[in-house]
DNA sequence: CCACTAATTATGCAAACGTATAATTAGTGA
DNA sequence: TCACTAATTATACGTTTGCATAATTAGTGG
């Protein structure tokens, strides 16, 4: 009778846990937290769902998974273009701005993930923890931007000040990566970017440029 | 046997109406969408809950319309602490910062219902539609307001320009929200509103003061 | 005080959910 | 090629979900 059944080839480990991973991710961006059930998981990643069991045990922790996985991909995107960007400080602080606040990191799919963890991240312990860790690099990151930029032009600042600059110039961001990935249709193409570095440029008091086609 | 039924009263539709809406909107901030179930909503309205068909057709009905409420009491809170500010333009736009950026407005509940909302507004005609709305108003709002503070000082700016500094004052106090409400152990008291007053400033060219205690 | 209406409760249903467990089968080493 | 292991499929279970429908009962107008 039951002649029909699946054929399947064994992936190595890590391979599998990565598309279950890349599945719930999409799903969850693009169909929200809801379609993000074990068996469109599965499906997605096409796989059968009681794999997902064998992978991670349970459910919440597959989510969290694809939370750190997705958490550590924006960061590393936007400290990479500040590494390509050359040597001098404002000219990283300019490139640091300007990569957040363009695609692929401005992106609709981005911001709905991003949303649906956050519900999540006050209930589950490990999410939160992410959450909280993510939250101080990507200041941090900031923060030593702009000290040295500071420096670089002269301009002298004290720890407590310097922080709030970073929190002042970390919050414009924020708000103008959400806004352009919630309401694309309500900006410019590259407004986004331009006005996050207008906004920078008059929290610090520093000029920065766009220095798009500088490589 | 059934002579165990439970006691009720006839409340006016539009009583009920909103206690059904607060309740999905108490559940959903402090429990996650998940948490909202017409059983759970029920409960919390002290009604069962074959109730809420009678006053909703659908559950998305249902959270639909508490959204539209939630963004509608938003609104006009921030609208409020501008029309007890006084006259002084420059007044009425650091009131309008600082109220925003200050409890009630600044809450963790506030901004975990406000992304857990924001995954359906993807999906759901009406709630989209809601959602454009309220951040138009926001940012029209604040664009008057700063347009009046510049005329004020003399400065003169023109629409493109002021498009830009609204949008970015927007963005600054919205990050600051977000991040104030998401992260409340990351701040001292008045931190978020300090910092939202002293960046409209740097971004718009005019120094905005802390009118706190001015009533 | 009685009949009538609709607000409310009570009960039920089919579908979907996460999880558990049993049955298979692909790959591996002897 | 043959057993062995674990990766994978298949099936099932108990809950919970949103929604529907029938049974009651609180209030109202005559």
Redesign the interface.
């Known amino acids: 009778m039951a002649d029909h059944r699946r054929k399947f080839s064994r992936e190595p480990a890590s391979q599998r846990r990565d598309a279950l991973i890349r599945a719930t991710l999409a799903l969850i961006a693009e ?4 379609a993000a059930t074990v068996r469109e998981i599965a499906k997605a990643a096409n796989v059968t769902q009681g794999l997902i069991r064998h992978y991670f045990s349970t459910k919440e922790e597959l989510v969290s998974a694809a939370y750190e996985q997705h958490m550590g991909e924006l960061t590393d995107a936007t400290l990479a273009s500040v590494q390509s960007a050359g040597q001098s400080p404002v000219a990283r602080l300019a490139a640091y701005v300007a990569a957040g606040l363009r695609p692929p990191i401005v992106d ?1 799919n981005a ?2 993930l991003w ?2 963890f ?6 589950d312990e490990r999410m939160r923890t992410t ?2 860790r993510t ?1 101080r690099d990507f200041r941090d990151q900031l923060e030593a931007l702009i000290k040295d930029a500071l420096m670089e032009t002269g301009k002298k600042t004290d720890e407590r000040e310097l922080r ?1 600059l970073a ?2 110039c ?7 990566w ?2 352009g990935g ?2 694309p249709d ?2 410019e193409p590259d ?1 986004p970017a ?3 570095l ?2 920078v440029s ?2 610090i ?1 520093i000029e920065l440029k766009d220095e798009v086609g500088t490589s």
Chains 1, 2 share one sequence.
Request: proline share 2%.
């Open positions: 169909k929200g937290v809801q609709p911001v709905s949303a649906s956050l519900n999540r991240v006050r209930h959450h909280e939250y709030r929190i002042a970390n919050a414009v961001i924020d708000g103008l959400l806004e919630a309401l309500t900006f407004e331009q006005i996050g207008a906004s008059a929290i008091g």
